[in-house]
């Protein structure tokens, strides 16, 4: 027969185990003589020595100066005979050896002895445990979430999330602002695409299917959504998609973000663009028109007729690429290309360089040095024999951008060339827009040398 000592036993044993594991220390406060009793761990817990007495003065002392009034009040509440509050209780102390501080949760509960008519507590007893560690990392997520909700606010975002398999969509005041509804309003998915403009639903979903066919879960699209008052806002969409061990997408988390203002001054800018565009492309036909008026027909030299007309042309195309990229940095591939077409022979022209893009500052610069180039070739250099050919190669240096142009095939080169419009335009006007330049009349063939030093064009190109 199982006898009641060997239950107590048993339990004693199961409560010390669990105590060892938790761990957790115990404290007794006798409250009839004040003497405080801590355990090995409460003492290791607080800070206090092995051996050292333990007063209710050091524990007070030992409690955060700004949490004492607190516990104290729930003190007193466990002690008085009509509360007996024994409710769990987290707060600070400040180690008695190192001075650390720490959180500590505790649990307390008084003994009450009945004395005639009177009630009172004789014992309170109760345990602690040090959860700084938990505390440390509740504060850092809340500060996490904090910094999370103010970057959200700041930016404007609106946070949803869309539960696939049932097509229902997590909705936020902010969501239904950014559609123009009410901030209570419960809009259905279908309500909501009802509200797109047309096609984007059709192209959301085109860039939604390309990216889980790439097994890419993230993916943004640009759209226009329907106000009540009929106009179209530009929004923003990002989105990640979660996959499920099948494969198959379970839920859409994403943000939408306003970018109606961003995406109006682009169309004012584009608009501005071609409008400059179009004056620019009338005047410089002209300008095109009255110099072959004024200079044809033997009235000056055909040569320095034809030199000024390319130079105009090739301020067309530099004009026709600016629009073409909306005033956005350029390829420096497709200017080449652009400028040196009408002398254009695959098997005279050979270009060979990186993909890169320039700042639309040096288009016309550029184009202009191509242009005076390709005439001088065409007149006294490697394009004025059949069995020329041009060399353009670009590389990036320490230096920054340097383009080299090498002739070869043609015609002897004088070792001093005759300094005229062309020449003087590539060697003392445009390299105010470069490092430098430098014309090299080697027997074989004219070489040039430019470079653009200026190490904030890459960063801003590219």
Excluded at 34 to 39: A, K, T
Excluded at 49 to 73: C, F, G, M, N
Excluded at 189 to 200: I, K, S, T, Y
Excluded at 414 to 432: A, N, T
């Amino acid at each position: 027969m199982r006898r009641p000592s060997d239950k107590f036993r048993d339990d004693n044993l199961k409560l010390r185990l669990a105590l060892r594991a938790a761990p957790i220390g115990i404290w007794d406060w006798d409250l009839e003589t004040n003497e405080m009793n801590y355990s090995p761990r409460a003492r290791k817990i607080s800070g206090f020595s092995p051996d050292e007495p333990i007063t209710l003065e050091k524990v007070r002392a030992v409690t955060h100066p700004d949490d004492l009034p607190r516990t104290w009040k729930l003190a007193g509440m466990a002690l008085d005979p009509s509360i007996r509050n024994n409710d769990p209780y987290e707060y600070r102390i400040v180690r008695a050896d190192t001075r650390e501080v720490r959180w500590v949760l505790a649990h307390g509960e008084a003994v009450f002895q009945r004395v005639g008519d009177t009630v009172k507590p004789v014992r309170f007893l109760g345990t602690i445990q040090d959860i700084t560690g938990r505390k440390l990392a509740e504060n850092a997520l809340r500060e996490a979430e904090l910094r999370q909700r103010l970057a959200i606010d700041a930016a404007r975002l609106a946070v949803w999330e869309l539960d696939v398999p049932t097509d229902r969509l997590t909705v936020s005041p902010e969501l239904n602002r950014m559609f123009g509804l009410p901030a209570d309003a419960c809009p259905t998915v279908a309500e909501l695409r009802m509200l797109l403009g047309p096609g984007d639903l059709d192209r959301i979903m085109e860039i939604r299917c390309k990216a889980a066919s790439t097994a890419d879960p993230h993916f943004e699209a640009e759209f226009r959504c329907r106000f009540p008052d009929g106009s179209l806002r530009w929004r923003l969409l990002r989105a990640e998609i979660k996959i499920a061990p099948t494969g198959e997408p379970t839920h859409i988390i994403g943000v939408v973000m306003d970018i109606d203002e961003r995406k109006r001054a682009e169309e004012q800018k584009h608009l501005l663009l071609r409008e400059v565009h179009h004056r620019v492309k009338n005047s410089l036909s002209v300008i095109q028109a009255l110099a072959t008026q004024s200079f044809g027909r033997g009235a000056a030299d055909p040569d320095a007729l034809k030199s000024f007309l390319g130079r105009l042309a090739a301020l067309a195309k530099a004009t026709d690429l600016t629009v073409a990229q909306q005033g956005d940095p350029f390829r420096l591939t497709d200017l080449i290309v652009g400028v040196v077409e009408p002398f254009w022979s695959p098997t005279r022209f050979e270009l060979q360089g990186p993909d890169i893009r320039l700042p639309a500052r040096l288009n016309v610069p550029l184009a202009l040095v191509f242009n005076e180039l390709c005439s001088n070739a065409a007149k006294f250099g490697a394009l004025l024999k059949a069995s020329g050919t041009v060399a353009i190669q670009w590389e990036i240096t320490t230096n920054g951008l340097e383009l080299y142009w090498r002739e070869s095939g043609g015609p002897p080169v004088p070792s001093k060339l005759d300094r005229g419009f062309g020449l003087r335009l590539i060697l003392d006007v445009l390299p105010v827009e470069f490092g430098s330049v430098q014309l090299d009349p080697r027997p074989a063939g004219i070489s040039c040398h430019v470079l653009i030093a200026n190490p904030g064009w890459l960063n801003d190109a590219n």
